[in-house]
């Protein structure tokens, strides 16, 4: 049997070029969380451009100066607000902290007031499996009760980085300034210490990449965004009437994760809240939860078709394997991660996937 060296050569080398591609943005990925305040600052000189070139217009400054009066008005915003988040997350962590026990016996409690209120009998279901059921929601409970635990102290560990964050948000805004203002002298460098032909290909996937990804989780971004203030103007507008919000911006950046992953959304924490307070007998919280959710749904509605342009063009189920694999390799900041390598490579390999990735791999052409 002759076997085909050349054939099976690019085989291997396809094989490979995808591999290196997968490591290249898995490493890039990791560079970006190690050099965070650099990944802020871009995306803040993004958003912050046209606000720039609009007050040069205006003003007749030059781009230094008006990119110093951008970043000032933003920064003391932005802090001004960071402060405010810490403060409030610091306060509604420890008291969460302390009444967790507490909670965590009502929640025991009115599981087994259901399970004993449940006509077993009538179905001959076994002693046994009552008490396994019983067990098993104080398992679950518990695991619940210890995630939130270390999430907790978590949050409350990071907030309570003083020096570290301070120093963050220095580099950030120093780093911004010197992006927004030498953006031209910057790129002439990358492309000044890169390969003629590196500088090719990869501004066409950088174009590419920006064009479709780039857009879409801007566009995503200010979705986030709005529901998140919406949520949190809503839940503080109920803690101070008095109704059962205790933890207002606790409950608000929750909800506001969720509603940052593809095919999930802020319904999947509002519903069930609002069912579970109905249950409870606080029919109002209910309402008023149910009520926020509808405004959120028609704020969406009437916001997003006129920010995204288009949909990033790949299945749910996809999406979920993505998220549920970078849930796998990276805990829950996965769940955000994955989605993002998977569009990102589907731009990649864009040819690759349209032809057939098998078929493209193993062809003899």
């Given amino acids: 049997m002759i076997i085909d060296m050349g054939y099976w050569t690019k085989v291997f080398k396809r094989i490979f070029i995808i591999a290196i591609t997968i490591l290249f943005i898995y490493l890039v990925l990791k560079m970006a969380v ?24 205006k003003t007749k400054l030059t781009r230094k100066v008006s990119a110093i009066i951008v970043l000032v008005v933003i920064f003391s915003i932005l802090i001004g607000l960071l402060i405010w988040g810490i403060t409030s997350i610091i306060t509604e962590s420890n008291h969460l902290l302390e009444m967790l026990n507490e909670y965590f016996e ?100 950088l174009r590419e990449i920006i064009s479709s990804l780039g857009s879409y989780l801007k566009a995503e971004a200010i979705l986030i965004l709005i529901a998140f203030i919406i949520v949190t103007i809503g839940l503080f507008i109920f803690n101070i009437v008095g109704l059962n919000v205790q933890y207002p911006l606790l409950a608000a950046i929750g909800i506001g994760f969720v509603d940052a992953l593809p095919i999930l959304g802020s319904g999947t924490v509002l519903v069930p809240w609002a069912v579970i307070s109905a249950i409870n007998g606080d029919l109002t919280l209910a309402i008023c939860i149910i009520g926020l959710y509808v405004v959120l749904i028609i704020t969406r509605q009437l916001i997003e078709p006129k920010i995204v342009s288009k949909h990033i063009g790949i299945h749910p189920i996809f999406t979920l394997i993505a998220m549920y694999t970078g849930f796998k390799v990276s805990g829950i900041i996965g769940l955000l991660i994955g989605p993002i390598i998977l569009i990102i490579l589907k731009n990649i390999f864009a040819t690759l996937i349209d032809n057939g990735i098998i078929k493209t791999i193993f062809d003899r052409k």
């Fill in 34 to 57: 190690f050099y965070m305040p650099f990944l802020i600052a871009f995306i803040i000189s993004l958003i912050i451009e046209p606000l720039i070139k609009f007050t040069v217009k």
């Fill in 106 to 205: 009502k929640a025991y409690s009115f599981i087994n007031g259901y399970i004993s209120k449940f006509e077993f009998d009538k179905i001959q279901i076994p002693e046994e499996i009552k008490n396994i059921v019983s067990e098993s929601s104080f398992d679950f409970l518990e695991t619940i009760s210890v995630a939130l635990k270390n999430l907790l102290n978590s949050l409350i560990n990071a907030t309570t980085k003083i020096p570290e964050i301070g120093i963050n948000i220095i580099i950030t805004i120093l780093a911004t300034y010197f992006v927004c203002t030498d953006r031209l002298y910057i790129l002439d460098q990358i492309e000044h210490h890169m390969p003629q032909k590196w500088v090719k290909k990869i501004g066409i996937h």
